[in-house]
């Protein structure tokens, strides 16, 4: 048994040791190869526009050759912009790069078909676009992720509604990686948001509501409001913190009402919302929640009266006389943070 194990741990030495020397030989060879092609590379970039680079890749291909360039291109891709880009993408393209990371969405490994993804939208493949697209129904949500960010590279604000029907449903950090891509797509996305605010997934619906608050846009207010009176929960909340990032005061009067709500987290939204929105209109309503049975409502009621200036400060002043003691406490408190600085 002894000799066994003995024995067992000597194999495992020497595989190690042969692994390592491996990766160590394979470096050296690709950072030769790696040279031979930058000069061809270079040369393939600095053509005229419009023109066909070069093949340079097929005529002269060894043993790994094909990875080596392919993560040569790669690496530019990650600095290069405008011409250099473009003339990139026809290389990547011409050498048949594309086509071949097209095949790997197909692959059965996830893992593969992500990385093919991701190498697709670095490049800048426009050509992927419709095999991307219907890869956001993948079984992987890791592939629809990776997926979505290379829709997102592309530009393509056509798979806007795919994307978010894709992931809306999924973990709070799918969503916002969402946010993070439409983000990145820009204002161009808010016709197509605007379009999804009637879509019958309320998934669908908040995400698209959250999504719209990033976008300064003249008539998303007056979209967004009537759903105020949504049953779903989500939805209201999602609505008062776009119409706080909007920040259009005139908000503030379809906010107020949701201060006295029955739901508590409701409540405490709609007074962080009315604090970014500084709608002094809504002192008085807002002293009542100092007092609120929730936590979260007397902190982000305290907050809104101290983002409101010399009045909402007046106010926090009366409520270290309230008879209720948590209504003086978080007086105190956001006394405290204004006589700091803390608060902006």
């Given at each position: ?114 990385q093919a993804a991701k190498r697709l939208g670095s490049m800048l493949c426009h ?218």
């Open positions: 048994m002894t000799a066994f194990l003995g024995g067992f741990v000597l194999l495992l030495a020497l595989a190690l040791v042969l692994s390592k020397l491996s990766r160590r030989l394979w470096a050296n060879y690709s950072e030769k190869r790696k040279d031979f092609y930058i000069p061809l590379i270079l040369q393939a970039m600095a053509g005229q526009s419009n023109a066909r680079p070069d093949l340079f890749l097929l005529p002269r291909i060894r043993f790994g050759d094909w990875e080596v360039v392919e993560n040569y291109l790669l690496d530019c891709s990650q600095t290069a912009s405008g011409f250099g880009l473009r003339r990139l993408n026809e290389i990547f393209e011409y050498q048949g790069f594309a086509d071949a990371e097209l095949r790997r969405l197909k692959s059965w490994r996830w893992w593969v078909r992500a050509k992927a676009a419709p095999a991307l697209i219907s890869l956001l129904r993948d079984r992987s949500l890791e592939v629809r992720l990776t997926v979505c960010w290379a829709l997102g590279q592309l530009g393509e604000i056509e798979a806007v509604e795919a994307m978010i029907q894709s992931l809306s449903s999924h973990s709070r950090l799918a969503t916002l990686s969402l946010a993070n891509i439409i983000r990145l797509l820009g204002s161009r996305t808010v016709p197509t948001l605007e379009g999804l605010l009637k879509h019958v997934d309320d998934n669908v619906r908040i995400t698209a509501i959250n999504s719209l608050g990033e976008f300064k846009d003249q008539g998303a207010q007056a979209l967004l409001v009537p759903y105020l009176s949504s049953p779903n929960l989500e939805i209201k909340i999602a609505v008062c913190r776009a119409l706080a990032l909007l920040g259009e005061r005139s908000a503030g009067k379809h906010l107020v009402r949701l201060l006295a709500d029955d739901c508590w987290e409701l409540r405490a939204k709609a007074a962080w919302a009315l604090g970014k929105l500084k709608f002094e209109e809504a002192i008085p309503q807002l002293v009542g929640g100092l007092g609120d049975r929730a936590w979260w409502v007397r902190l982000n009621t305290g907050e809104a009266l101290a983002q409101m200036g010399e009045a909402g400060r007046q106010a926090l002043e009366k409520g270290l006389s309230h008879h209720d003691p948590f209504a003086r406490d978080m007086s105190a408190q956001w006394l405290e943070e204004l006589a700091s600085g803390a608060v902006t």
